[in-house]
């Protein structure tokens, strides 16, 4: 079945930019109807939706972070990543990529889920 | 604050049923059948339990159920046994431009 992983640094300085891979195992990145997605959770918090890259390339951000987020896919690596600019403590979190299901209209549901990377934003 | 709302608490007894409630609008669970459940423990990442209202994978037991009316969703979970302790998330699509929306989380205690 089809797995993800996150990779990238754990500690990234304050005003520098956050960027995360995420590796998709079982299944190729550019079959079937899906998206791949960002979504974190700061220590205690709830989940918040960053964005996604739909299998033909469409792409779609949550409004909140404005034009910080960056979401690309590398379908030769079967990879896709996050860049964050501009970090501060308050993107702390605990990052997670996700299949998601749906179409280029619609956000479904999110399965499955990578482990998630804990990235704090410290000097 | 969340967009999507839910109760920060329930709890019951091993046996027992309980329902998480997840409310929002029309401009999203009470106007699209794209609600789903998630329920995450402890250090681990959330795992998907109901999708589009009341489908479940066929990965999850058939204790989990979903339902909506209006513009409220809502999960139960029957016979409570103690590894359903855990945090559990609803979340909707919506026709805004944020396209996605999650509810605060609720945390299920099993006394």
């Known amino acids: 079945q089809v797995q993800l992983q996150e990779s990238g640094p754990g500690l990234v300085k304050p005003s520098q930019t956050l960027s995360l891979t995420c590796t998709v195992s079982?299944?190729?990145?550019?079959?079937?109807?899906?998206?791949w997605t960002w979504i974190r959770q700061p220590a205690g918090k709830g989940l918040e939706w960053l964005g996604r890259i739909y299998t033909t390339g469409s792409i779609n951000y949550n409004p909140s972070l404005k034009s910080r987020v960056t979401i690309s896919v590398d379908a030769s690596k079967n990879q896709f990543s996050l860049k964050l600019t501009s970090v501060t403590a308050a993107d702390t979190a605990v990052y997670y990529c996700v299949r998601a299901g749906g179409n280029i209209v619609v956000l479904n549901w999110f399965d499955p889920w990578g482990q998630g990377i804990l990235v704090t934003v410290s000097s | 604050q969340s967009a999507l709302t839910q109760p920060a608490s329930v709890s019951g007894s091993p046996g027992q049923s309980i329902t998480i409630s997840c409310t929002g609008t029309?401009?999203?669970?009470?106007?699209?059948?794209?609600v789903s459940w998630y329920q995450q423990h402890p250090g681990k990442a959330p795992k998907l339990m109901i999708y589009e209202v009341s489908n479940r994978p066929s990965r999850v037991s058939n204790r989990f159920s979903g339902s909506k009316s209006g513009n409220t969703a809502s999960l139960t979970i029957s016979g409570l046994q103690a590894e359903d302790e855990a945090d559990y998330y609803c979340s909707s699509y919506t026709s805004t431009n944020t396209l996605v929306l999650f509810g605060g989380g609720t945390k299920l205690t099993v006394l």
């Open positions: 079982g299944g190729s990145i550019s079959s079937g109807s899906y998206s």
């Open positions: 029309s401009s999203d669970v009470g106007g699209y059948n794209y």
